[in-house]
């Protein structure tokens, strides 16, 4: 019955999930910097697992900081700017558009929303006929301090924490 079928699943999902945290501890544990830059490389969720593994095999900062640095600034942002150029191709998205018009409740909406959202993009700043404010909102301003403190608390502890790793070693 419905327990039997919800027993079979919760055991898939269990050996997936074992699976998958023994696969992040191989990796780590033999591939080391390799392995952190290949779950920094793709967006999965089993970065913060490499993580924390990468803490429990005493992964030097370092070589974690660096591997994150080139998997997520170099290697992923070149795949989601690959993707994203692709996909938003004029002639893709007018295919893709195409393609949801057939469906009931969509046809002939799309079209009229997307060249509307284009005039609102292709805009120009200061023109009067804009409906967009040019302030930002309280909120926005806000939001943007909270990023740039914790952009500035990151930066120090990473430098807080390179001090006291060169401290540890040159005291050993």
Same mark, same amino acid.
């Given at each position: 019955g419905r327990n039997g079928i919800l027993s079979r699943v919760e055991w898939a999902i269990e050996v997936v999930s074992e699976k998958a945290k023994d696969f992040v501890f191989w990796?780590?544990?033999?591939?080391?910097?390799?392995?952190?830059?290949? #779950?920094?490389? @793709?967006?999965?969720?089993?970065?913060? !697992?490499?993580?924390?593994?990468?803490?429990?095999?005493?992964? /030097?900062? $370092?070589?974690?900081?660096?591997?994150?640095?080139?998997?997520?600034?170099?290697?992923?942002?070149?795949?989601?700017?690959? #993707?994203?150029? @692709?996909?938003?191709?004029?002639?893709? !998205?007018?295919?893709?558009?195409?393609?949801?018009?057939?469906? /009931?409740? $969509?046809?002939?909406?799309?079209?009229?929303?997307?060249?509307?959202?284009?005039?609102?993009f292709r805009r120009i700043p200061g023109d009067s006929t804009n409906s967009m404010p040019e302030k930002g909102s309280l909120i926005g301003t806000i939001w943007e301090l909270f990023v740039i403190f914790m952009i500035l608390y990151f930066i120090v502890s990473v430098i807080n924490s390179s001090v006291q790793e060169y401290l540890m070693d040159r005291d050993e």
């Open positions: 990796s780590l544990g033999n591939l080391g910097f390799f392995g952190i830059l290949m #779950f920094a490389s @793709v967006p999965n969720p089993l970065f913060d !697992l490499a993580g924390l593994t990468s803490g429990h095999f005493l992964v /030097p900062f $370092l070589t974690f900081f660096t591997a994150t640095l080139i998997g997520k600034a170099v290697i992923k942002i070149s795949i989601q700017t690959l #993707f994203v150029v @692709v996909v938003f191709r004029k002639d893709t !998205l007018e295919a893709q558009i195409q393609w949801l018009e057939t469906f /009931p409740y $969509l046809d002939g909406k799309l079209k009229p929303y997307l060249e509307d959202v284009e005039k609102q």
